[in-house]
């Protein structure tokens, strides 16, 4: 249909993708077998079957154990050009990409390896197919703030290579102000700030990512609608926020995506965007996250342009890209 046809053909950005979520069961068992890595699953058939998932920390489990077989800057180089062909495919012009160096650092993989291959193929993406990258490392939430602050110090000689910040991982217990003082170093450093608030967690999460960790967008942040001064706050000063909605009927925050409250949320005023989260796990990349949402909630076509100037505008990139993509 032409509404399905907008969508996908829009050009639009993606801000809300983990690099490792994107990892095709296909390319975990070939790193597996390039890198002599034993897994825990026979064959790609067998991983798949895994997931199958309940909640946040079900669908952790299985991609932490997913990412184990990233070992050198080669693995993160060929994940990500990976990812980056697909979005293309998306017209995704704009790509902003997080990565989790504590679960690879954790397993002795230097963070040189990591950021290096990551950067890598943001550079001869841009080279080769024009789309615009660049990386935003997140912190481990389910870890103490002094592991995000000796990884951070373990980025500074790369402070070049990413733009940003984020927070990800087990979202209730581990509130935003837990790291307080690592956002605030990252602040004086001039690097972007980001976090995920409100996935699972009350809006209380929200108010202390933007009033303790000063971040200039919510990843996530679908639970702010229960709180009306909230979605004032984030209306007012124009926070955009990373929704994901498949990633959502997955993880049982909206088992069925006809109650997902993206068009609230537009409706509401606030700067709403659509991302695919982990596009590997969660049965579809940005543009399969439009069509099943708007075939479900019967947004039109009004919605899917607000959608795209929302992803554009609240991008990082700088004012004369932005310009040129709208
Ligand atoms: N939430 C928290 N942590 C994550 C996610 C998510 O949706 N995806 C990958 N790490
Ligand atoms: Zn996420």
């Known amino acids: 249909s032409p509404l399905m046809a907008l969508l996908r053909d829009m050009p639009k950005a993606e801000l809300h993708i983990h690099i490792e979520g994107s990892l095709e069961p296909e390319l975990i068992f070939a790193l597996a077998e390039r890198n002599q890595v034993e897994l825990p699953y026979a064959d790609v058939a067998a991983l798949r079957r895994a997931y199958a998932f309940t909640d946040l920390q079900s669908f952790l489990d299985i991609y932490y154990a997913g990412a184990s077989v990233l ?9 990500a050009r990976a990812y980056l062909a697909r979005a293309v495919r998306d017209h995704v012009v704009r790509a902003e990409i997080f990565f989790d160096p ?5 397993r002795g993989v230097p963070m040189a390896s990591v950021i290096n291959g990551l950067y890598r193929a943001c550079r001869e993406a841009e080279r080769d197919w024009g789309i615009s990258c660049d990386l935003i490392l997140c912190f481990l939430r389910h870890l103490s703030e002094e592991e995000a602050l000796v990884t ?7 402070r070049d290579r990413f733009i940003g910040v984020g927070l990800d991982s087990s979202e209730l217990g581990h509130p935003p102000e837990k790291f307080a003082r690592v956002f605030a170093r990252c602040r004086a450093l001039g690097l972007r700030l980001v976090a995920h608030a409100g996935e699972e967690g009350p809006p209380a999460y929200i108010w202390s990512a933007l009033d303790v960790l000063q971040v200039e967008r919510v ?13 004032q706050r984030l209306a007012r000063e124009r926070i955009a926020l990373t929704v994901c909605p498949l990633s959502n009927q997955m993880l049982q925050v909206f088992p069925d995506l006809a109650d997902h409250n993206l068009p609230q949320l537009l409706e509401a005023g606030l700067v709403a965007t659509v991302n695919s989260d982990d596009p590997a796990y969660f049965g579809g990349y ?4 439009f069509v099943q949402l708007f075939a479900a909630t019967g947004m039109g076509a009004r919605q899917a342009y ?14 004369a890209s932005k310009a040129a993509w709208m």
């Not at 070992?71 to 994940?79: A, P, S």
């Not at 504590?102 to 954790?106: D, I, K, L, P, S």
């Not at 607000?306 to 004012?319: D, E, K, V």
Request: charged content about 15%; overall charge negative; glycine content about 4%.
């Open 71 to 79: 070992l050198h800057e080669q693995d993160f180089y060929d994940m």
């Open 102 to 106: 504590q679960t690879h650092t954790a």
């Open 152 to 158: 951070l110090a373990q980025a500074m000689p790369l």
């Open 219 to 231: 990843d996530h942040g679908v639970q702010a609608l229960q709180d009306a001064a909230l979605v």
């Open 286 to 289: 940005i543009n399969e996250n």
């Open 306 to 319: 607000q959608l795209a100037r929302n992803s554009l505008q609240a991008s990082f990139a700088g004012a």
